[in-house]
């Protein structure tokens, strides 16, 4: 039972173009959100999050927005530069519920062309 | 910054070997994890400690153990590797102090562990 989904395994985009990268979540209870990018054989470094009380958190380039009614957050990169080039995962957590872990997606490989 | 070091960055084992892969934060952190990344599945969480000499099992705990005896150090024991648990080990911490409110894990570089 997945629930945290990440449907597009990878995405193409050129440089200077806008990256939207998707997550869908099942769990209801899910009130914190964060995005992880991972560069090969390195671990993944924390990127933007967001609390269930916002819909929307911009950090320089980086921008997550969340529907909750449709259990759904995205995150859009712009512009996209070639070191965007990494591994993406979604997670989750349900903070009120008292739980410290974190739910991750299964991640979307973002390739950004010169 | 926080740091979290992995003692080894490429492991080779044989199948029934015992193996040690060690983690270490400094940023005095009291939580930590013990996630497996394999292609296609993501990250899996295997185990956690809420605090020096304290641990839970995560969603998968079969084959592993866990050692927390200091608060910054945190060790997962394949009590006897098999070719199944040829994967990508990462160990993670977390500060409690700072609350629910921002649940945000840091990661070490990992560990590539490869069973023969």
């Known amino acids: 039972d997945q629930q945290v989904k990440q449907n597009s395994p990878s995405l193409s985009v050129q440089e200077g173009r806008i990256s939207i990268l998707n997550c869908d979540y099942t769990?209801?209870?899910?009130?914190?959100f964060l995005w992880y990018k991972k560069y090969p054989a390195e671990g993944p470094t924390f990127l933007i999050s967001?609390?269930?009380?916002?819909d929307k958190n911009e950090d320089g380039r980086f921008t997550v927005f969340l529907n909750k009614s449709a259990k759904h957050l995205s995150l859009h990169i712009v512009p996209s530069q070639p070191g965007d080039s990494a591994v993406y995962f979604c997670?989750?957590?349900?903070?009120?519920?008292?739980?410290?872990?974190?739910?991750f997606g299964k991640g979307t490989k973002l390739t950004v062309n010169p | 910054d926080v740091k979290v070091t992995q003692s080894s960055r490429y492991l080779v084992k044989r199948t029934g070997e015992k193996v040690f892969l060690e983690c270490v934060q400094d940023?005095?952190?009291?939580?930590m994890f013990w996630y497996r990344q394999d292609p296609g599945l993501g990250l899996r969480l295997i185990y956690f400690s809420y605090d020096v000499k304290m641990k839970e099992k995560g969603d998968i705990p079969e084959g592993y153990s866990v050692s927390r005896e200091k608060k910054e150090r945190f060790s997962l024991i394949l009590e006897s590797a098999s070719t199944n648990q040829t994967s990508m080990y990462l160990c993670?911490?977390?500060?409690?102090?700072?609350?629910?409110?921002?649940?945000?894990?840091?990661f070490g570089a990992g560990t590539r562990l490869s069973v023969l």
């Open positions: 769990n209801s209870m899910f009130d914190y």
């Open positions: 993670a911490s977390r500060s409690w102090t700072s609350g629910l409110a921002k649940n945000i894990q840091y």
């Open positions: 940023m005095d952190h009291e939580n």
């Open positions: 967001i609390s269930s009380i916002k």
């Open positions: 997670a989750a957590s349900a903070i009120a519920g008292g739980s410290e872990k974190l739910v």
